[in-house]
């Protein structure tokens, strides 16, 4: 009995350990033929500037649908839409702020 | 009467030179702000010529860089390095206009403009509908080697000055236009005087002759003053004669200059006018010294005739007829009317009269100006209203 707690306990830690985006986007996203950073760079093409993006996707997340996804119609298709996020307003704010960060064209053109 | 009316002509008034010079101030400034209207309008229209003749490599430029920012996207971030071209420098921009990368050596960018110049570099504007790498705003920047501007100059300053020549020459003749009909009515007026002056001599002669041959002695006292009143009325006639002979006749004869005594001139035309003064019961106050002045005689009486007469006429009745003279000073001062300060500079101007209370034609001063500019002798006005006028010639 001891042993499951302490097994439980651990394996909590250790994922509250990682950041929100690892912890809520990544796992799933690592199944799909699209990387993120091929998602970011189709969503970079629709909003240009990180406000905007960062809204779009938000906006995606609660409210998920074909007709504004940034995919094509055929990934769209084959992989079906996303369910709606159940995230809290604060860990999805550091979620996409993460996913900005990492991708992000800003600083990495030489 | 070709040669008066050309003297006529150069010696303008000073109320004509005032409006003269009114005229063409407005009409200089006038030509000046439209001449700097077209040379802004003309460097305006050359500037967006010069444009409108780069856009189509520019945007050219853009297009090319357009699409090696497609390939960026497609290899980023496996491909970080920007594209560069030795014929342009560019920047890109998200749709928030920040700044994403810049090659740019000014980095000035004006949004709202497609194609503009900012110190020295042509900037180039085109707005994407696929945002590559967040990119809404390619900026192609080219060096702009102004040869373009020094030629717009040199036509701006060659041509503004021929144009500003030729509307000069034209605002003149105009000015001659507008002075013409004042100008016509002088000659006019000089003409008429002229003519009846001549006429005048023979009866004035006549009367001035026949009033110094009658004896007085034998005459009753009613009579006598009778005569006297008839001798004021001449010699009133005989000064204004002079003035008119003078200005119409006498005055391009030759000067017959010499050392004269105006002590001596002064006290006789003070004897002369002796007559007139005792008619208003005026009274002399003279304090003359010794002094001498190389100039014509007949002119420099004509001088001294008028401005005592003057002093005469608008004198008050029992005032006071100052006379002061010193080496190189002669002051003839009345207690009578007085100048307002603002007519002071009009007073020798021909026709001018600022009192219509007394006869003449406004030609006494005149002369008097003219004598003494012709002499360089200098004339100071002390004038009060209703306290008198002192007029004070240096030399």
Redesign the interface.
């Known amino acids: 009995m001891v042993r499951s707690l302490l097994l439980v306990s651990l394996l909590t830690c250790g994922l509250y350990a990682q950041d929100a985006f690892t912890r809520n986007c990544v796992a799933c996203h690592q199944t799909l033929p699209a990387t993120l950073q091929e998602m970011f760079k189709r969503y970079l093409l629709i909003y240009s500037s990180e406000t905007n993006m960062k809204a779009g996707i938000k906006h995606y997340l609660r409210y998920p649908s074909k007709d504004i996804s940034a995919m094509s119609d055929l990934f769209v298709d084959t992989y079906g839409i996303k369910k709606k996020s159940i995230l809290s307003e604060k860990e999805l704010d550091d979620a996409v702020d993460i996913y900005w960060d990492k991708y992000k064209v800003f600083g990495k053109l030489k | 009467m070709l040669v008066s009316k050309n003297k006529a002509i150069n010696s303008l008034l000073k109320s004509e030179k005032k409006s003269l010079f009114r005229f063409l101030t407005l009409y200089v400034a006038m030509i000046v702000f439209m001449i700097l209207l077209l040379c802004a309008y003309y460097y305006q229209t050359q500037e967006k010529l010069m444009l409108s003749s780069q856009r189509a490599t520019l945007f050219k430029y853009a297009f090319i860089h357009a699409k090696r920012l497609k390939v960026l996207?497609h290899f980023?971030?496996e491909r970080?390095?920007?594209p560069r071209d030795p014929r342009f420098k560019s920047a890109i921009y998200?749709?928030?206009y920040?700044e994403?990368?810049s090659l740019l050596e000014n980095k000035n960018i004006r949004f709202d403009k497609e194609i503009y110049i900012v110190d020295n570099h042509i900037h180039f504007l085109k707005s994407l509908d696929?945002?590559?790498?967040?990119?809404?705003y390619i900026v192609i920047e080219v060096l702009d080697d102004g040869i373009w501007r020094e030629i717009i100059w040199k036509n701006i300053i060659g041509y503004g000055i021929i144009a500003f020549f030729v509307f000069l020459l034209f605002g003149l003749y105009l000015a001659k236009l507008f002075l013409k009909p004042m100008r016509d009515s002088i000659v006019l007026l000089d003409r008429f005087i002229k003519d009846t002056t001549h006429e005048l001599n023979t009866p004035l002669s006549a009367i001035l002759a026949n009033i110094e041959m009658m004896d007085t002695d034998v005459m009753v006292e009613k009579n006598r003053s009778k005569l006297k009143r008839i001798n004021i009325a001449a010699k009133t006639v005989s000064i204004l004669y002079k003035d008119l002979t003078y200005l119409t006749l006498e005055q391009e004869k030759e000067n017959h200059d010499e050392m004269i005594d105006l002590k001596a001139l002064i006290k006789n035309r003070t004897e002369y006018f002796d007559i007139l003064v005792q008619s208003k019961q005026l009274e002399y106050k003279l304090d003359l010294e010794e002094a001498t002045m190389f100039v014509d005689k007949r002119k420099f009486t004509r001088v001294i005739d008028n401005l005592i007469s003057n002093a005469i006429k608008y004198n008050k009745r029992a005032g006071l007829l100052i006379i002061t003279l010193r080496p190189g000073e002669l002051a003839i001062a009345d207690t009578g009317i007085g100048i307002e300060e603002n007519q002071i500079p009009f007073i020798f101007d021909r026709y001018i009269r600022f009192n219509q209370s007394e006869g003449g034609f406004g030609v006494g001063l005149s002369i008097v100006k003219k004598i003494l500019d012709e002499y360089n002798i200098k004339i100071d006005i002390i004038s009060k209203v209703n306290k008198g006028t002192k007029m004070v010639l240096k030399w």
């Open positions: 996207h980023f971030d970080v390095k920007y998200d749709v928030e920040k994403i990368f696929d945002y590559y790498l967040g990119t809404k």
